[in-house]
């Protein structure tokens, strides 16, 4: 079911990879699901800029085209959130208020105080956080209802105090035009009482421009398909609205070593397939033997599962597959090289070679933290970075949401000081203008 990568033996044809390149010689060999946002851009583009020429009208035609839903506006009802709240089904309820306590406990530990500090007497730059004004923060509803996404835009944006939240999820034909029930009660519960029942590309470009009783927000968050990922490429790009990231199909690797349960191991991967034919599950090890019992489970778990040909599909595509390694440090330099959204160690030792991960969404250490504990329960967030941009990027936190601005008080004296400096940097910058705004205020020149 899984392809096979062999790099045990280094192939003699490969041009060398550098004394120093380390994880990154496998970053070409890595599985990678074919992704092309640029493309979708020009697919997109035409729909953003009717959704800025005629609002909400443009995204109500839209939803007809694509969701099959007529509507006579996109914003939610008060009643509907209070309806799903009160119909959602007990064991949901508790599974969401947990996962919304421990969230909020791990956001709350993150938030960054401002900083002051004293350069020399009267000289004193502050950093203050400052939250987002109004975020608009978007939740996947087509091929799965994720309500735990939900969770995870929100809270974070409650936790760094942003003062105003849209959140917006595709309208369901099967419920009346409205996002999906679990969704709705997920936002009452949160206390998000606007919400709307637009998805694709027109929902971002909806909440970046404005639409009918949608104002523009300062930053969209949350993942999507790839059409609602060009549509914040192409509006970020344009200096519209600000960006968490460009989430793209989930992904899982797995690096393991003969001590690891195969059946835990297979588990974990038909989990992330689950979610999208598109999605990667990659497993990395030493053990041939292990290999081979967990292609021999999954055979008998996907033919078990709800979602066969989805998941069939992902475990079958270019974009997964069995990573064989020499050993374990040629495997972290390969899970380093791959930098998954999720990465699992299921090693002797596990905690040693987590900490030699430099390059991963997050990181779930050990037989006992299943990928899923993240999606829903474990305290941490699940909207992280895909497509290998865990090398530069962060998941979703606080941080998002908030903004650093640097605050510089001088006295005359300290200003004094440090003049001279100012205007030789400046004349060495052929900026004299700028020494001068200096130097005007001591009388010179």
């Not at 104002?215 to 999507?224: H, Q, Y």
């Not at 069939?312 to 020499?326: I, K, N």
């Not at 992280?384 to 601005?405: K, M, N």
Request: glycine share 10%; net charge negative.
């Amino acid at each position: 079911m899984l392809r096979t990568i062999d790099l045990r033996t280094p192939d003699p044809a490969a041009p060398a990879a550098g004394q120093h390149a380390g994880w990154r010689a496998y970053v070409d060999v890595v599985p990678r699901a074919e992704f092309d946002v640029e493309a979708a851009v020009e697919v997109v583009r035409p729909v953003v800029e009717d959704v800025r020429v005629r609002g909400e009208e443009a995204v109500r035609d839209y939803s007809a085209r694509f969701d099959g839903v007529e509507q006579e506006t996109v914003a939610v009802p008060a009643q509907a959130l209070a309806d799903a709240l009160a119909g959602l089904d007990p064991a949901v309820r508790a599974g969401l208020e947990e996962s919304i306590r421990r969230l909020r406990a791990t956001c709350h530990a993150e938030l960054e105080e401002g900083t002051a500090t004293d350069l020399a007497d009267g000289a004193r730059v502050s950093q203050r956080m400052v939250p987002m004004d109004r975020v608009g923060l978007y939740v996947p509803g087509g091929i799965a209802p994720l309500v735990s996404s939900v969770v995870m835009n929100v809270v974070p944006a409650q936790v760094a105090g942003v003062g105003s939240i849209a959140l917006t999820s595709s309208p369901q034909k099967a419920h009346g035009g409205l996002p999906h029930p679990t969704i709705l009660a997920a936002c009452a519960l949160l206390g998000v009482d606007e919400v709307y029942a637009a998805g694709g590309a027109q929902a971002i470009a909806m909440l970046a421009y404005g639409a009918g009783p949608c104002a523009p927000v300062d930053l969209v968050t949350g993942p999507g398909a790839i059409y609602t990922v060009a549509a914040k490429r192409l509006l970020n790009g344009q200096g519209v609205v600000g960006i968490d990231s460009e989430a793209g199909p989930t992904e899982i690797a797995i690096l393991a070593d003969e001590t690891a349960d195969p059946a835990f191991v297979a588990a974990d991967l038909l989990s992330q397939a689950e979610h999208d034919p598109m999605a990667g599950s990659v497993l990395v090890t030493d053990s041939t033997q292990l290999a081979d019992d967990v292609v021999a489970e999954l055979d008998k778990q996907v033919a078990a599962t709800r979602h066969v040909e989805r998941v069939r599909t992902a475990l079958t595509g270019p974009q997964s597959g069995v990573v064989l390694v020499r050993d374990l440090d040629q495997g972290v330099d390969v899970v380093n090289a791959y930098a998954a959204e999720h990465l699992e160690i299921q090693t002797r030792d596990a905690a040693s070679y987590a900490a030699r991960v430099v390059n991963a969404g997050a990181i779930f250490v050990g037989g006992f933290a299943p990928v899923s504990l993240g999606d829903y329960c474990a305290g941490s967030n699940h909207v992280l970075p895909t497509g290998g941009c865990a090398c530069h990027s962060s998941g979703l936190s606080v941080r998002a949401f908030l903004r650093s601005v640097h605050v510089v008080e001088y006295s005359r004296d300290a200003l004094a000081e440090v003049a001279d400096h100012v205007v030789a940097l400046a004349e060495a910058e052929d900026l004299p203008g700028h020494g001068a705004a200096v130097s005007v205020r001591f009388g010179r020149g």
